[in-house]
C-alpha cells in the first residue's frame, strides 16, 4: 500500500507512519472515545492527488477517515477500523473571495479563525463559531454551528455548494452560486452533516455576511437556572434577535474562572451579545432589560466595549478546555441535545437534577436560542462505575429530549457516540439513509462504523 | 382499479372521473405546460387511507400525482402518464400550533393564507408567499420562496420536519421540533423540493415567526432597470435587510394597471417593504434613501400605512394573473433563474436587450434581494414560430445563468420545463439523484416524468 501511496503523492514528507504521528489522529477533542491508531496518515495537496487516493483506497477496501484540525467530539475522526486518516492541512486555500455575492470559495482545510481573518479586508465574516478553531470542511461534515446560529443559523444553512469526491473516486459537484435553487434534489444538504460517510469534499461555497455596525455585550447572573433560561425565551418571543446568547451554568463559570483567571460572578449566567445598527441594538437592550428585571437578574454588566466582549468570548469559546483543565487526566463526554424552545427550561432542570441524583460532576452550558445545550462530565476513563454512570445520565437526558420532540445532537453528530440514538430519533428513517450510504459508499470505505 | 379504489375510499363522492374535474386537474396554474388527463382523481381524507391508495398503486405500478392547489408553473402537477391525481382539499388540518416552540404541524393540503389567518391569533405569521395561494405540501414539494425569501429563507429554510409515505407504503418520520439538529442524513431537505418525486406528504412540521412590530411599505421609481438594480444591490451591501424587495419593470406595471386599476407610473420600480422595531425600520429607510436618490429614483413614496402596503404587496402577488390577462389566450412561460447577486444587474439587462433582439413581448419582474428573477412570456400556443422563439430565449437566459454560476430555477422547481437544464447545472450528480430516486421509487410511480 504505502508503495502505491508514494507513486500517488510523490512526497515523501506527506506520507507519516510514526507512531506519533498516527496518535495525533487516532482520537478527537478531550472526548472519551476509545483511541484507534490510522495505519498511515497523509497530507494530499490538491484534489487530483486526493481522488487518486480515494480510487485506490476503494479499489483495495481501505478505510479513508477525513481530519482537519481534530476537534470534533463525538469520534467521528477517530479511524476505528484503520487505514488512511487523510489530514487537509495543505489544502488551507482560500480560492476566492466574492465580496459583492457574499460568498466565498474554500478548500476544506481553511480553519474559520482563517477565513474570518482574510474577511476581515472586506468588511465580511463568516458566523459559525464552534468555540474552538476548527476546519470549514470538519465543520460541514459535522453540520457544526454554535454560539451564532441563533442568528445565522448552522453550517448547512451556510453551505451554497460543493465539490466532494465519492467513493468510486468520481467528482460531484452539488449546488451553486445562486442564494436559492429548486433545481432537483438538494445533494448539497445531503453531503452536509453526513461525517465523511458518502463523500470527501475538494471544495466548499459558503455564504459569508457584512460586519454589523454595532456590538453590544452583556453578562447578566441570575440566582437560579430556570430563572436565566426564562428569560432568554422570553426575548426570544418578543422577537429579539440576539446574535449571541448563551447559558453558562456555576460550574462553568468556576472553571472559567479558574482557567482564564477572570473573577465573574459563579452563578447560572447568560452571555449575551446584540448586533446591528446602532439604534437597533439599543432598542432590542431597553427590551431585554426589562425582562431580566422582571426575572430577577441579580447583576448584569453591558457595553459596547470590544474588550469586554472579547474577553466574555473567549471565556465562552474556552469553556469546554476550562472544564477539561478542571479534571486533570479525566476525559469529557458532552450531552448535544436540542429541544423545542418551550421545553428548553425544564429540560435543564431535569438535566441538573438527574446529575445530582446520580452524583454525578459536570457543569451544563449552552446555545439556549436554539433549545441546544450540553452537560459536560468530566470521567476517569479507568473507572467503568463512573463510566457507566456518565453514560447512564447521558441516556436519561436524550431520552427526555426525544420524548418532547427533540434531537439527540444539536450539532456534535451522531459520530460514534450517538449511534445508539439514531434509530430512536428517526426510527425507519434510518434504513433509508443506510439505503443512500450503499450507493454511495457500496464498500463502505469512507468514515467506516461512523453514523449507524 | 376504480372497484379497489373504492373498497378503499368507501364514498363515492371523493373518487372522480368526470372529465370536468380531471380536466381540472390536467393542468396547472396558467403555464405553457400540455395538459394530460388523470384517470382518476382522488381525495383522501387521512394519512391511512393515502397510504393504501400508495400501496395499491405501487402494487399495479399506477402513476400518482399530487395535487395541491394546482399552482405550480414548470408542469408539476400534470399527470403526464395518467394514473391518479391526489387531491390534498381534505387533508387541510391544522394539527398543532406550538406558539411557545415557534412551530405548527399541519396537513398538507393546508394553504399559505389558511394558517397565516389561524396564526394571526397568537401574533404569529408564515412568511413564504410565492404570489398567489398554495398549499404548504406544494410548496414544500417545489421548495417554493417568493418576496419574503430575502429575509426568512425559502421552504426548506422553514421546514423542521415531516411525515410521509414512500412508494411502498411504509411511512418515514424525518427532522424533529428542534430548531437545529445533526444527526444522520437531512432526509428532510432531500424529501423538501423532490416535486412528489419521493414521496407523498402527510404531515410537515414549519418554522413561524413573531409578526414584526412595525412595517414600512415604499414604492420607488427609477428611470432605468439598471439603477433599479444596483439600488437593491446596494442596499445589501450595506446589511440593509428588507423583508421584502421586489423588482418590476415598465411591462409589468402596465399590466397590473390594467388588471388593477392602479395609476403606477410606468418605469422599472423597486416595491419594497421594511420591517422589524419601529426605530430599525427608521435607521433602514434613512439609508435606503439615501442610496436611492444617489442612483437617480426619480419618485418615491414611503409610509407605515397599510392600505398603501396591502395594495402594493396585492399588486405584486397577482402580477403573474395581470400579465396573463394582458394577453386573453395566451399561455404563460415564465423564467426563473436565480444569479450571485453581483450579476443580477447584467443579468437583467441582458433578459431585456435578447428579448427584444428577437421581438418577444414579456415582462420582468423579481425576488432581486435573492438574484431571482423572471422574465415572463405571454405565449399562443397554437403558433409553433412564437413557442419556438419564447423557448430560445428562455434558453439563452437559463444559460447566461448557468454560466455565472446561477441556478436554472430559483423556486418554480423543475417539473417538466426545467428538465432540459437540470445536467447542463449539475452534471453527474444528475445521476446521483436519479440513483436516489431509484432506491425511493424503483417502479417510477411517484410524479413519473418529472425532475428527470
Redesign the interface.
Known amino acids: 500500500m504505502l508503495e502505491y501511496l508514494m507513486k500517488i503523492i510523490c512526497d515523501p514528507k506527506r506520507i507519516n507512519t510514526s507512531v506519533a504521528i498516527r496518535q495525533q489522529h487516532s482520537q478527537d477533542f478531550t472526548s472519551y472515545h476509545e483511541q484507534h491508531l490510522p495505519d498511515v496518515v497523509l497530507y494530499p495537496k490538491n484534489k487530483e492527488e486526493l481522488r487518486k487516493i480515494v480510487a485506490y483506497a476503494n479499489r483495495i477496501g481501505c478505510p479513508i477517515v477525513p481530519f482537519g484540525l481534530g476537534t470534533s467530539v463525538e469520534g467521528q475522526v477517530v479511524p476505528i477500523q484503520g487505514g488512511i486518516s487523510l489530514n487537509f492541512t495543505h489544502m488551507n486555500r482560500i480560492l476566492e473571495i466574492?465580496e459583492?455575492?457574499?460568498?466565498v470559495r474554500v478548500e476544506p482545510g481553511v480553519t474559520r479563525i482563517q477565513l474570518n481573518q482574510e474577511l476581515k479586508k472586506y468588511g465580511l465574516f463568516f458566523p459559525v463559531d464552534p468555540g474552538v478553531d476548527a476546519t470549514l470542511g470538519g465543520m460541514v461534515a459535522?453540520?457544526?454551528?454554535g454560539c451564532s446560529?441563533v442568528r445565522y443559523?448552522?453550517m448547512?444553512?451556510q453551505i451554497l455548494g460543493m465539490e466532494a469526491i465519492?467513493a468510486d473516486g468520481?467528482?460531484?459537484?452539488?449546488g451553486?452560486?445562486?442564494?436559492?435553487?429548486?433545481?432537483?434534489?438538494?445533494?448539497t444538504?445531503?453531503l452536509?452533516?453526513?461525517e465523511g460517510t458518502?463523500a470527501v469534499f475538494t471544495e466548499l461555497t459558503l455564504q459569508v455576511?457584512?460586519?454589523?455596525?454595532e456590538f453590544l455585550y452583556a453578562k447578566v447572573v441570575f440566582p437560579d437556572l430556570k430563572k436565566a433560561c426564562n428569560a432568554a425565551?422570553r426575548m426570544?418571543?418578543?422577537?429579539i434577535q440576539p446574535s449571541k446568547i448563551e447559558l453558562v451554568d456555576e460550574y462553568t463559570i468556576q472553571a472559567i474562572n479558574s482557567y482564564k483567571l477572570t473573577k465573574y460572578v459563579a452563578k447560572p449566567t447568560l452571555f449575551l451579545e446584540l448586533s446591528?445598527?446602532k439604534?437597533?441594538v439599543?432598542?432590542?437592550w431597553e427590551q431585554v432589560k426589562e425582562i431580566i428585571q422582571e426575572e430577577g437578574a441579580g447583576e448584569w454588566s453591558h457595553t459596547f466595549d470590544k474588550a469586554f466582549g472579547d474577553q466574555l468570548w473567549d471565556a465562552r469559546r474556552h469553556a469546554a478546555l476550562a472544564i477539561a483543565a478542571s479534571a486533570p487526566g479525566k476525559k469529557l463526554m458532552t450531552t448535544d441535545v436540542?429541544?423545542?424552545?418551550?421545553?428548553l427550561p425544564e429540560a435543564v432542570i431535569f438535566t441538573r437534577e438527574v446529575m445530582q441524583a446520580e452524583d454525578l460532576h459536570g457543569a451544563i452550558l449552552g446555545h439556549i436560542g436554539?433549545?441546544?445545550y450540553h452537560a459536560v462530565f468530566p470521567i476517569d476513563m479507568s473507572l467503568p462505575e463512573e463510566v457507566a454512570k456518565a453514560e447512564k445520565v447521558n441516556e436519561l437526558i436524550v431520552r427526555f429530549?426525544l420524548e418532547?420532540?427533540?434531537?439527540?445532537?444539536?450539532?456534535?453528530?451522531?459520530g460514534l457516540g450517538?449511534r445508539k440514538?439514531?434509530t430512536e430519533?428517526?426510527?425507519?428513517?434510518?434504513l433509508?439513509?443506510k439505503?443512500?450510504?450503499e450507493?454511495?459508499d457500496p464498500k463502505s470505505i469512507l468514515n467506516p462504523g461512523k453514523?449507524f
Not at 455576511?209 to 455596525?213: A, F
Open positions: 466574492r459583492d455575492d457574499f460568498a459535522t453540520n457544526a454551528s446560529a443559523g448552522m448547512r444553512e465519492l468520481s467528482f460531484i459537484h452539488t451553486s452560486l445562486a442564494k436559492k435553487s429548486s433545481a432537483g434534489y438538494n445533494l444538504h445531503l452536509a452533516g453526513s458518502l455576511y457584512g460586519t454589523p455596525e425565551n426570544l418571543y418578543r422577537s446591528g445598527w439604534s437597533t439599543l432598542a432590542e436540542c429541544v423545542p424552545l418551550s421545553i436554539d433549545g441546544n429530549a418532547r420532540g427533540g434531537s439527540c445532537t444539536g450539532e456534535h453528530g451522531v450517538k440514538y439514531l430519533e428517526h426510527g425507519d428513517a434510518v433509508w439513509m439505503k443512500i450510504k450507493i454511495f453514523i
